[in-house]
């Protein structure tokens, strides 16, 4: 049973940091997408980045590069969330997604909250 596990999250003054971490568990990483979500209650999920396991290429939305970066943790089936320069509008609870065989697994999500 394919599970995504997110930790990290928590509460931060603008221009702080936080990392996001996505365990997951019932599947071999060596091969899959990996991403990051988050969502504003009201609005719908967005898309944050995404990392390809297998060769380590990463994309990013625009209202995040150059803060966020995705990253391939051990196991391989890990991925880290590396947020610098948050600002309020970051404020969100993020989720790890995976796409396996062309399903996606969601986790549960985590919240991070950008104030002052």
């Known amino acids: 049973q394919v599970q995504l596990v997110e930790s990290g999250g928590g509460l931060v003054q603008p221009g702080g940091s936080l990392r996001l971490s996505c365990a997951g568990s019932g599947f071999t990483g060596s091969s899959s997408v990996m991403s990051w979500y988050r969502q504003v209650p009201g609005k719908e999920r967005e898309w944050v980045a995404s990392?390809?396991?297998?060769?380590?290429?990463?994309n990013y939305a625009d209202s995040v590069k150059g803060r966020f970066t995705i990253s391939r943790d051990n196991p391989e089936n890990t991925v880290s969330l590396q947020m610098n320069n948050l600002k309020p509008e970051d404020t969100a609870v993020y989720y790890c997604k995976v796409l396996l065989s062309g399903y996606n697994y969601w986790g549960q999500g985590t919240q991070v909250t950008v104030s002052s």
């Open positions: 990392i390809l396991t297998m060769t380590g290429r990463a």
